[in-house]
Structures are given as C-alpha cells and as structure tokens.
Antibody, heavy 121, light 106 residues
Framework: EVQLVESGGGVVRPGGSLRLSCAASGFTFDDYGMSWVRQAPGKGLEWVSGINWNGGSSGYADSVKGRFTISRDNAKNSLYLQMNSLRAEDTAFYYC??????????????WGQGTLVTVSS | EIVMTQSPATLSVSPGERATLSCRASQSVRSNLAWYQQKPGQAPRLLIYDASTRATGIPARFSGSGSGTEFTLTISSLQSEDFAVYYCQHYGNWPSFGPGTKVDIK
C-alpha cells in the first residue's frame, strides 16, 4: 500500500523554525517528484514547494521563497521541509504529496494525512 | 503565474441529481488539469487528471472535460458520499489550485 506519513508539526513562535518530515512507503520513492501543499484552517489548498526525483530541481511558492527549503533523502524514503522565519500566516495543515512524474510537475496522488503547524506567540 | 478560478463557490444539490462544477485558468493549461475531492478532516483525493482521465478506483459517475482555459467536472447522480469540496489544479512548472466548490445537500 502506498503511504505517506507526515510528522514534525507543532506550535512555534513567530520568527521561529520547524522541520517537517514525510516518510514514504509502498512505492519506489526515487521514481517520483514530491511536493508540500498546505491548507490554512477552513481555507483552500496552496502548493508550497516541490522537488524532483533526485533533489536536483526544486521550486517554491512566492509566499515561502527564501524562508522554506525542501529536500529529500532517497536512501531513507523521506521528504523534508525546513521552515524558517515563520509567520502567523504560515499556520496551516501541511500535506506531503507524491507527484505523478519524476519532475516537480504533475498531479498529486496520494496525499499524506497532514501535520498541523501553528505559528503563534 | 496562472490563476485558477472555480464556480460556483457553493452548489446545493439533491441526492440523485446531476452536479456541474466549473474551473477556469487565466491562460491556457492545455489538458494539464486535475480535480480533487476533500471531505472534512481528510486529505484531498485525486479524482481526475489530464482533464478527463479518472484516477484509479474513482466511480464512473465522475467525469471531466475541457481543455485550454475552461474545464468542467460532472457528477452524474450525486450520492451521499459525494457531498464535499472539490478543487481543480493545473500542473505546469508551478502548480496552483482553484479556491474550491463546496457541494452540499439541498
């Protein structure tokens, strides 16, 4: 069974940092690009960042560029999101999602269950 | 940046009726469009990709159409489990989602 499990969410103060992880299983991890998508409570979906199969190419939404860094460890079947200089508007559920191709592009299937990040003083 | 819009914001439908949801792109995305369903407290689930191809396990009552800038998701006969929020997404270099259409019970 293909599965994605996020971890690392929690409460952090404005200006703080947090690192999210996504553990993948049930498929050949390094065949696929991966992405992070977030959803503020009660709001819509926002693509945050994506990375290609070998980590050689990545992209970011303008809202997080320069503050967030996506990475992956194919030996550990894991995806990461390092989030620095966090703001209140970064409060959201963060979902890990598998892309449909080895690049950063494509549709997303499946998705993890999400991890909640709350930025508050 | 490609901006996705969806209409209507909310669609009230009776069980067994047909639902038609619209998605528009600010510029052509060819057929690089997906649809997702999200129920409260759950992650989104892929329904349609490449504008009209059903994902694995998705019932035939879900169908997608369109290309370029105009797209439609049709649910032919709404079942109780179909009441949810539906999002469209274009997938070019940098993906973006529409704001969603909530389908609720009339």
């Amino acid at each position: 069974e293909v599965q994605l499990v996020e971890s690392g969410g929690g409460v952090v103060r404005p200006g703080g940092s947090l690192r999210l992880s996504c553990a993948a299983s049930g498929f050949t991890f390094d065949d696929y690009g991966m992405s992070w998508v977030r959803q503020a409570p009660g709001k819509g979906l926002e693509w945050v960042s994506g990375i290609n199969w070998n980590g050689g190419s990545s992209g970011y939404a303008d809202s997080v560029k320069g503050r967030f860094t996506i990475s992956r460890d194919n030996a550990k079947n894991s995806l990461y999101l390092q989030m620095n200089s966090l703001r209140a508007e970064d409060t959201a559920f963060y979902y890990c999602a598998r892309g449909s191709a080895s690049t950063t592009s494509g549709w997303f299937d499946p998705w993890g269950q999400g991890t909640l990040v709350t930025v508050s003083s | 940046e490609i901006v996705m819009t969806q209409s209507p914001a909310t669609l009230s439908v009776s069980p067994g009726e047909r639902a038609t949801l619209s998605c528009r792109a600010s510029q052509s995305v060819r057929s690089n469009l997906a649809w997702y369903q999200q129920k409260p407290g759950q992650a989104p689930r892929l329904l349609i990709y490449d504008a009209s191809t059903r994902a694995t396990g998705i019932p035939a009552r879900f169908s997608g159409s369109g290309s370029g800038t105009e797209f439609t998701l049709t649910i032919s006969s709404l079942q109780s489990e179909d009441f949810a929020v539906y999002y469209c997404q274009h997938y070019g270099n940098w993906p973006s989602f529409g704001p969603g259409t909530k389908v609720d019970i009339k």
